[in-house]
């Protein structure tokens, strides 16, 4: 997995929060609070590094009882975000309001499924043994944090055609296709 790569699905995987964005920029519409937005940006971002460092962390335990099959756990990892990503873009995002955002439990909760993606991520490159992992958590927290404060701040301006739905297609389909030109270089 070369750095081209890893920009392009981490890139991917932070579709997720800019849907999440664009819903709660939606919901609270132009009355956003610039801190509530910052705040948001920021509970996201912290939280998908925590599950990608996480990931990372219990793959690397685990990679002396798995080290038979590491590319074909990464090839599961990166097949699952695809899936997750095409299938989020046919259900609804779950969305914040401007509550939610100041009691901190359901944005929480919102938080970690979203990190979902990146808990796997953080395990595939574990799996992979590159040494991307700084630079994957460096640019995990600031395209989610630039995705959901973008979201957020503009999602009241997006029209009907549910744009960030079509991105989440979109990128679960590249992501499709990094997958299987992942297993493709696999020396089988």
């Known amino acids: 997995m ?12 932070a579709t997720g929060t800019f849907a999440l964005g664009v819903m709660t920029g939606r919901k609270l519409g132009s009355s956003y609070k610039k801190d509530a937005a910052l705040k948001t940006s920021f509970v996201f971002a912290i939280m998908n ?18 080290y038979n099959s590491p590319h074909w756990l990464v090839f599961v990892m990166l097949f699952l975000i695809s899936i997750q ?22 944005m929480i909760k919102v938080a970690i499924q979203t990190a979902l993606p990146s808990f796997f991520f953080g395990f595939a490159i574990a799996m992979i043994r590159t040494g991307y992992l700084a630079a994957a ?52």
């Open 2 to 13: 070369g750095i081209l790569t890893l920009i392009i699905s981490l890139i991917c995987i």
């Open 49 to 66: 590094v925590l599950a990608m460092a996480l990931a990372f962390i219990i793959g690397r335990l685990l990679f002396p009882w798995l």
């Open 85 to 106: 990503l095409i299938l989020e873009s046919i259900e609804r995002s779950p969305s914040l309001n401007f509550t939610d955002i100041v009691q901190n439990t359901y």
């Open 137 to 188: 958590l460096l640019l995990s927290a600031l395209f989610t944090f630039f995705t959901v404060l973008f979201g957020i701040v503009h999602g009241n301006t997006f029209n009907q055609t549910v744009l960030h739905s079509r991105m989440q297609l979109i990128a679960g389909i590249i992501m499709l296709i990094v997958t299987i030109r992942f297993l493709l270089q696999i020396n089988i």
